[in-house]
């Protein structure tokens, strides 16, 4: 054990240390854009994958932080790794280490800080709410509610006839999208509007 002083100036330094880091990560949270989801683990040893919300992204793959939103609030967390997937990306963060606990983060949104976003197109799922949706052969369908980010899918819910229908946003579907009128022309699969 060391001496009583010793200890004391220890405690001390701890306490400074922690309040200097505390103190950097709140200048960040000023700073941090809500982009991503965690919807998937990547593998047993912990990964998780991350999906844009945003059309493109490109990211400082050097990043030492990503952020969770829990509750509401802005919650810090160790990169270890990271590393490109299709749509989106793979991280592994520290004291992840299972299949597990990556399983527990499926869902949470991811924030990152805007040192670290190095290219961005704003253009967002949560933008398409409020757009009207008409089909190439039927017309309009419906007005978009709320666009739900669903692993490998994401789903436009809207109301037609008088009942809820979840339309997939992928690109096959949409034949072209006008941001000035708000309107997305769709191609919408046969059946889907029966469910």
């Not at 922690?18 to 047993?44: E, G, P, V």
């Not at 899918?153 to 009128?181: C, H, Q, R, T, W």
Request: aromatic share 12%; glycine share 4%; hydrophobic share 45%.
């Amino acid at each position: 054990m060391f001496p009583l002083t010793l200890q004391y100036a220890l405690n001390a330094f701890i306490l400074i240390e922690i309040k200097w880091k505390t103190f950097i990560l709140d200048l960040r949270m000023n700073d941090l854009k809500t982009l991503a989801y965690i919807y998937k683990t990547h593998s047993y040893k912990g990964h998780v994958a991350i999906r844009w919300d945003i059309e493109r992204l490109e990211l400082d793959l050097d990043m030492h932080f990503a952020f969770l939103v829990i509750d509401q609030k802005p919650v810090p967390f160790y990169v270890e790794d990271v590393f490109l997937k299709g749509q989106g990306m793979v991280i592994k963060f520290e004291d992840i280490d299972s299949e597990d606990a990556a399983k527990a983060l499926i869902g949470y949104e991811v924030a990152f800080s805007k040192d670290d976003i190095l290219v961005m197109d704003n253009q967002s799922l949560n933008d398409f709410k409020t757009y009207q949706v008409i089909d190439l052969d039927i017309g309009f369908l419906g007005t978009i509610e709320e666009v739900m980010p669903i692993s490998g899918n994401d789903l436009a819910k809207i109301s037609y006839k008088g009942k809820e229908v979840f339309l997939p946003l992928n690109e096959a579907l949409i034949d072209s999208i006008d941001m000035y009128k708000k309107v997305i022309f769709y191609k919408t699969p046969a059946g889907i509007l029966d469910l």
